[in-house]
């Protein structure tokens, strides 16, 4: 910050009437923005993933920024019917179901660390068990992702129904884990048969196998689902043009050339953000059977 000296012709009325101007521009409160991020893993871990992005907004856009993890979908809904919550960053299947209560126009969607606008599920076992294919899980137990998961709960359902196995008749038993790292370690240590984790998950887990305890070579791919749409980040209606473009602007300016932003992205699993539209997420309408 610059400091100017004042000429002598400066009146001791008009310093006066500019220490007033500069103090209550200097009390002002922030405008506050609430940014909830509906978790794939629990809270504690999705706040130390993004924290480092919630700093950034509040110094590039000057807002008192509030991360939010919802615990449940019910407490998500109706934080953005209440208008409560000013942007979501949340999974597309989410996105549709809610997106008559967004701006449309200004969606914005996460890209994956390989600068993608689509992930997948995988369908992960042990090197050593006998199984090598879809058909092989049956009687078999797998833990697939949360239920509100696009690649690891519907995106894998959809595999095993298209593939003809009806996951409540022909497996032993199934369940519903949470993050990737808790679903490859419970395959691993022969907790279950199979699981499924996220496509980029194996790739970087391989780089980290000594700080999760599991060893990529113990673990293979069984099968892929169909590639969806990654996260969706969007906006309330009626928010605050100046806070939807200053958020907005901050986040298409994240450059993972730039170090200090490769860092933020990738402490959130994330290759940067960019533009998106409605249309987008025609695809993932179409996968839980609903009309736009």
Not at 81 to 105: E, M, S, W
Not at 203 to 215: D, M, T
């Amino acid at each position: 910050m610059k400091i100017r000296k004042f000429s002598k012709e400066v009146t001791t009325s008009a310093l006066f009437l500019l220490l007033l101007v500069v103090t209550s521009s200097a009390e002002a409160p922030k405008k506050h923005v609430n940014i909830a991020i509906f978790p794939c893993a629990d809270a504690v871990m999705n706040l130390k993933k993004f924290h480092r992005l919630g700093t950034y907004l509040e110094e590039e856009t000057g807002f008192d920024i509030s991360l939010e993890v919802p615990g449940d979908y019910a407490e998500f809904e109706r934080g953005v019917r209440n208008g409560d919550i000013d942007f979501a960053f949340q999974d597309p299947h989410i996105y549709v179901r809610l997106a008559g209560l967004y701006d449309k126009g200004s969606l914005i969607r996460a890209l994956t660390r390989e600068g993608t606008a689509t992930q997948a599920g995988v369908v992960i076992a042990r090197t050593d068990s006998s199984i090598g294919t879809l058909e092989d899980l049956k009687g078999k137990t797998v833990m697939f992702g949360p239920k509100l998961s696009a690649a690891r709960w519907l995106a894998a359902k959809s595999l095993f129904e298209e593939n003809g196995i009806d996951i409540d008749k022909d497996f032993k038993a199934y369940t519903n884990g949470r993050c990737c790292e808790d679903i490859a370690f419970s395959v691993y240590l022969k907790a279950v048969d199979a699981g499924v984790v996220c496509d980029h998950f194996l790739g970087e887990h391989s780089k980290k196998q000594k700080e999760l305890g599991v060893e990529a070579k113990q673990i293979t791919v069984v099968c892929k689902t169909k590639p969806v749409p990654t996260r969706i980040f969007a906006a309330r209606q009626k928010l605050s043009e100046d806070i939807l473009t200053r958020v907005n602007r901050a986040l298409l300016g994240l450059d993972k050339k730039k170090p200090a932003h490769a860092e933020i992205l990738f402490r959130a699993e994330l290759g940067g953000f960019q533009k998106s539209k409605d249309d987008d997420y025609d695809s993932m309408r179409r996968l839980v059977g609903q009309k736009k």
